[in-house]
């Protein structure tokens, strides 16, 4: 019986390749390694859901799921009878089977419309999902892609999960981003009691070499993060094709992304089985 453990993907900025890491590391763990995978897309860009349904499913977003709400909007919906408590759909109401190792929990737009709620209660209803579900014993790894935003369904993500990883680009922009989002975190950590660890730091869309800039802000940065966190050997660098997506944008489609995701997903599971068996 597995018992997966849940990693949220996170960065308070955009456009450090998050998603594409995200559904890398879910279909290469799903393909090569014959692991079971789900991916929970709870960003509303919904960016993770239209590339694997693009490659994986005959199902049209837009004409098949979205109208029977086979999205991750119908955890958040709003009560609309007086009751106990809410209730939480099954796993076959809303998730979508892409192939024998993979899942996906598909993203919605209307989840903007989540945040605006003032009922905090929205926050666990993920948590609940997992649990009411058992999917800790149907899958080896559940992967949350996350917004790069401080939201109601950002902490839903965080709570849900054992671990959390940040993509990061090498420039300034990208770096502020990890500073707020360990502020987020310790927050959660501390009003919630909630024991989650980050797994590490990925640096992504790299150039083949850093500029000497480059090299500096990397420098610069790193003297700045504690000495408990991990940065992994392992990066992914700027493949063109991929950014023009002649075969769609999924990396593992390409030989010089299925490389950095292949060196990634290995350490990405070494990194967890070295925290659980410290925890031992």
Do not use: W
């Not at 800790?136 to 790069?148: F, K, Q, T």
């Not at 950095?260 to 659980?276: A, G, M, P, T, Y």
């Amino acid at each position: 019986m597995a018992t997966s453990k849940i990693v949220s993907f996170i960065n308070m900025k955009g456009g450090v390749g998050k998603t594409t890491l995200t559904i890398g590391i879910a279909d290469y763990l799903a393909k090569h390694l014959n692991k079971k995978i789900l991916v929970i897309d709870i960003d509303p860009q919904f960016n993770a859901t239209q590339t694997l349904l693009d490659i994986y499913s005959k199902e049209d977003y837009f004409d098949d799921i979205l109208p029977e709400e086979r999205t991750i909007n119908k955890l958040f919906k709003p009560q609309t009878e007086f009751k106990r408590d809410s209730e939480i759909p099954s796993k076959d109401e809303v998730i979508t089977t892409l192939n024998e190792n993979l899942d996906l929990l598909c993203g919605d737009l209307n989840l903007v419309l989540v945040n605006k709620t003032s009922d905090y209660r929205q926050v666990k209803k993920l948590r609940r999902f997992v649990r009411e579900n058992k999917l800790r014993e149907i899958y080896d790894y559940i992967l949350i892609d996350c917004p790069p935003t401080l939201t109601v369904y950002t902490d839903a993500a965080l709570l849900s999960s054992d671990f959390y990883l940040i993509p990061n680009r090498i420039d300034r922009y990208s770096i502020i981003g990890i500073s707020s989002l360990t502020t987020a975190i310790d927050n959660l950590i501390h009003e919630e009691d909630h024991d989650i660890q980050c797994l590490g730091l990925v640096y992504t869309m790299l150039d083949n070499e850093l500029t000497q800039k480059q090299t500096a802000i990397k420098e610069e940065f790193e003297g700045q993060l504690d000495d408990y966190t991990y940065i992994f050997d392992a990066t992914t660098t700027v493949v063109r094709d991929l950014q023009v997506g002649k075969r769609g944008s999924l990396p593992t489609n390409y030989q010089k992304s299925l490389h950095d995701i292949s060196n990634l997903s290995e350490e990405f599971i070494d990194q967890i089985q070295k925290r659980l068996d410290f925890e031992k």
